[in-house]
């Protein structure tokens, strides 16, 4: 599947602008991307609250769990779904019913999680809608974080990568 093509600005202004994420389908399991990219967006000073039923009461990385949107507490400038696509509607659907009562301007979809239907109801109802893209990674990318960390860049390059030899030398591999 292609990524989305979304201008830089776009994205950008929309990681400027959000304080506040709903993180739909945050984990607590320490090997789940969405454990990692709550744990990111907290450390870059973002607020994460975690909507999650199975763990609604409980602590995710110091920050209380929700059984759904109707349960989080205002505000909230963006829900971030980290769940299957199949599920997007739905998620859409609530964060539609509860956009006003907490703010939300943005619907985003984490990586692999493409929905046109999804899309087609938070567009309907005047949010911003971003899929197939993961805000930790962009935030990386725009900080300047992810050029040595194994992400594609989108550059093919058959060398072996560099690195510091003995008296700071650089050398192949």
Known sequence: MAPMNYPDTLIKSILRSVKTIAMVGASGNEIRPSYFAMMYLLNKGYKIIPVNPG???????????????????????????????????????????????????????????????????????????????????????????????GINRKVIDNRKPLLFGKGGSLKRL
């Open 55 to 149: 763990l609604a009461g409980k602590t995710i990385l110091g920050q209380t769990v929700y059984a759904s949107l109707k349960d989080v507490p205002a505000p909230v400038d963006m829900v971030d779904i980290f769940r299957e696509a199949k599920y997007a509607p739905q998620i859409a659907r609530e964060a539609v019913a509860e956009k006003d009562r907490l703010g939300v301007k943005y619907l985003w979809m984490q990586l692999g999680v493409v929905s046109d239907e999804a899309r087609a109801i938070a567009e309907g109802a005047g949010l911003t809608v971003i899929m197939d893209r993961c805000p930790k990674i962009e935030h990386g990318r725009f900080s300047g974080e992810l050029g040595w960390m």
